[in-house]
């Protein structure tokens, strides 16, 4: 009976394309400059806070030199309008930018109620501060956050010391100098070089001194001793010991898994997690992260994208160490002949589990010789009852070469709706007209809680997938449950305890 | 034989002068050199005249003086670049030479005027050039004699499901042939799992064990079925090949409850990876 419900919700599940006002502009000529292929990120947050989620897109910029030459460069903010209707509101806020941009992470840094935004880009971050009157600040110097010009392909804002205020952690790819980038070609063709041609560089840690200044801890934290190639970061309690600890993913280098020792410091462990490199033992081109609990066992799983023939690979956390699942999952058969780079869990058909998207595509530029084969689509995948995954009849978009992707509700209805980005090719939004029942948990602006809605476990996280990020309520897909039990647990304080809270609608946690 | 009938068939196409007249019966008559002679002699009186370029790089081709015979036929192919039988000649001259990456484009063209004399070739040079994927649907398109190439170049290319389709037409066709079995395992593990990779994987290392890749692939499904003692011989003997198979014989050592030496082969990836 229930599996004929599932499959009668599922059935119902299905996706509206359309277009979003921005185009994703990579500066990509004649010469492939490397960050000609990366950028894409995307920030989902209520800026305003009128209840609806807006859209900020962080954008490319001319080649080598880096600068918004060209007002199509600009990054643009989308104000939520509501109906799916949204109004370019980059100028009002000040947030265009200068440089180019990869991605953008938001967070209440100041907790102040309003959420802020870091922008990283190839030559700098900047940091900007919600003035919450729609207008944002460029704090950046007075914050006293360096990333001493090092290319950061995006960040994760977490409570590393859970000292009670957020920290960052700024995730830096390659050195990379266009006076000294290689000619890489591909049958005779210019092409973006492998990342063995460029040197890796080291991660970034700075702790919120909360007076609005951060202190660079890379050093004494351990952060700074482990040089990456890092693409995609996510941050969790993955071991439940009360102190977050941060994933990396890695380009064609072994992963890090930095295990938060909760003395200050933390310790790489990736072999020794299993989180290094997949069992072939190839470390892969490891790109967007995400990390859920799939298999709704109270432990926080992760997954990642890859090239094609890497597979996604999924891994489920253990407690002690993570086990790959990508084969009995059935996510290795179906996810080898893709490429990807943003990823999420997200319970897309509303089932109580949380399913799988990917923004897909190939690293290649699309005007070279592998171009035509470059673009691909996005995906999800429905998540059986945390034992395997299948593929539901595709979404209808156009092949593009999609790079971000963030799931969210963007108009309050309970279904999770899809927004991408895709190199040279307007921002797609995907609406969820999904069915069955659900919660909605909208915290304090502060993350690092965990959350159970009946068997279901959530945490509140800044980042999503590739260069991307959501400061949005925990979502819940509930079935045909009309109640549910909700727990939450905060670092530093006593579970607070929900019972019987009604399906179908948005549960405020006060501070 | 093509080659040679496509000369008479160009030969015979061509203004009948005393000089080339007698070229082309030193042509018939399998003299390349006279005719060579001959030919220069002709380029010499009406450089103007590409026939005689052409001529020329056919009486050179014919010698198996192919180095020679290439700029002949571009020369030729600036005055008329409509594809033909030329540039099949020149593709192959190429390709004879080793030169697979600069043959692809004019037996590309060549396939445009005949595609089916011209497809076995181009396979090659797509193969030569690396360029797995084209010359695997070019070696399909061969027929079923280059059915096997077809599948080789499917793997390389990394398009596993077209492989395995090929593969499973040829399985009876390849009984012990190692490289088909790890080839094919492989393609297995890759679209089916482990489960259904092990017959082949071990079909392939019991007709050769020092096939090391296939021994390697053999270790790892075996270590992903579940069965770790079995997997650490393979994995042994394929690590010292292939140095990324230190972690997952670190992983199978654990798994016996080798400790020990999980840890050693453990540390000795991550040494080789840091090099890296």
């Known amino acids: 009976m229930l599996r004929v419900l599932a499959a009668l919700l599922a059935a119902a599940s299905q996706w509206q394309p359309s277009t979003l006002p921005f185009t994703l502009h990579t500066g990509e000529g004649a010469k492939k400059h490397l960050p000609a292929t990366m950028p894409g990120g995307i920030a989902v947050f209520d800026y305003d806070g009128d209840g609806l989620l807006d859209l900020f897109f962080p954008n490319g910029a001319g080649l080598p030199s880096a600068r918004k030459s060209s007002p199509r460069h600009s990054n643009t903010l989308l104000r939520n309008l509501g109906n799916f209707r949204f109004e370019d509101r980059t100028a009002a806020a000040k947030l265009s930018g200068t440089g180019y941009d990869f991605a953008a992470i938001a967070a209440d840094y100041d907790a102040d109620g309003h959420v802020d935004l870091l922008v990283c880009g190839l030559r700098a971050i900047t940091l900007y501060r919600n003035r919450g009157n729609g207008l944002f600040q460029d704090v950046t110097a007075s914050s006293g956050i360096d990333n001493k010009g090092r290319w950061s392909t995006g960040g994760v804002w977490l409570d590393y010391d859970v000292d009670g205020d957020l920290d960052l952690f700024l995730l830096n790819y390659v050195r990379y100098n266009p006076g000294t980038e290689p ?57 439940l010991d009360g102190f977050p600890d941060i994933f990396v993913a890695n380009d064609r280098v072994l992963n890090f898994y930095f295990h938060n020792t909760g003395h200050g410091r933390f310790e790489e462990r990736g072999l020794e997690s299993g989180l290094a490199a997949p069992a072939s033992g190839n470390p892969p081109s490891a790109m967007g992260v995400d990390a859920q609990d799939y298999d709704n066992d109270g432990r926080f799983d992760l997954i990642y994208t890859a090239l094609r023939d890497e597979t996604f690979p999924l891994y489920r956390n ?111 939004l995907l609406r969820n007209t999904c069915q069955g029942n659900w919660l909605k948990v909208a915290l304090p602006l502060k993350p690092g809680a965990r959350v159970r809605a009946g068997n279901q476990w959530a945490h509140d996280s800044t980042t999503a997938g590739y260069a991307s990020s959501c400061v949005c309520p925990l979502h819940f897909g509930l079935g045909t449950a009309t109640t549910v039990d909700v727990e939450i647990h905060e670092p530093g304080r006593k579970p607070r305890l929900f019972p019987s809270t009604k399906a179908n609608q948005t549960l405020v946690i006060q501070p | 034989m093509t080659i040679f009938a496509l000369g008479f068939t160009l030969l015979l196409a061509q ?68 594809p033909g039988p030329t540039h099949l000649i020149l593709g192959t001259a190429l390709l004879k030479l080793g030169k697979s990456c600069p043959a692809v484009t004019p037996l590309e063209t060549a396939a445009r005027w005949d595609m089916q004399r011209s497809t076995p070739p181009l396979a090659d040079a797509y193969f030569g050039c690396k360029r797995y994927a084209l010359a695997a649907r070019a070696y399909e398109a061969a027929g079923p004699a280059s059915a096997r190439r077809a599948a080789h170049c499917y793997w390389q290319a990394r398009q596993y499901p077209e492989a395995r389709r090929i593969f499973e037409t040829l399985e009876k066709s390849h009984p012990n042939d190692p490289e088909f079995h790890y080839e094919f395992g492989d393609t297995l ?37 579940g069965d770790a003692p079995s997997a650490i011989p393979h994995l042994e003997a394929a690590s010292a090949a292939g140095p990324t198979l230190l972690l997952p014989l670190s992983r199978a050592y654990r798994a016996a409850g080798r400790t020990a030496d999980a840890d050693r082969a453990q540390q000795q990836y991550r040494r080789h990876l840091s090099a890296k």
């Open chain 2, 189 to 225: 593990a890759r679209t089916a799992g482990p489960e259904a990779a092990l017959p082949h994987l071990r079909q392939a290392v019991e007709a050769n064990p020092e096939l090391l890749p296939a021994r390697g692939e053999l270790g790892k499904a075996l270590l992903a079925t």
């Open chain 1, 183 to 239: 000619p890489c070609k591909v049958e005779g063709l210019a092409e973006f070089c492998h990342p063995r041609y460029f040197d890796p560089d080291s991660n970034a840690l700075f702790r919120n001194q909360g007076n609005g200044r951060f202190e660079d801890v890379s050093v004494e934290s351990g952060i700074a001793a482990h040089k990456g190639k890092g693409m995609g970061v996510a941050a969790a309690d993955f071991d």
């Open chain 2, 15 to 82: 203004d009948p002068a005393a000089l080339s007249s007698q070229a082309a019966a030193a042509m018939r008559a399998q003299k390349f050199p006279e005719a060579e002679s001959l030919y220069r002699k002709l380029t010499a009186l009406q450089p103007a005249n590409p026939m005689w370029r052409m001529n020329l790089g056919l009486a050179l081709y014919s010698s198996g003086q192919y180095e020679k015979s290439i700029p002949e036929f571009e020369l030729f192919h600036k005055s008329k670049p409509a």
């Open chain 1, 318 to 428: 253990r407690g002690a160490d993570f086990e790959e699942t990508g084969l009995p999952t059935k996510l290795d058969l179906l996810t080898r002949p893709m490429a990807g780079w943003g990823i999420v869990f997200a319970d897309l058909d509303n089932d109580g589990w949380r399913d799988l998207a990917a923004a897909r595509s190939d690293v290649l530029s699309i005007n070279g010789p592998r171009g035509a084969t470059a673009r691909e689509p996005l995906s999800w995948f429905r998540n059986e009852a945390g034992k395997r995954f299948t593929a539901p009849p595709p979404i209808p978009v156009p092949n593009l070469m999609y790079r971000g992707l963030v799931a969210a509700d963007l108009n309050n209805d309970g279904c999770l709706d899809l927004i991408a980005t895709a190199l040279q090719a307007p921002a797609r």
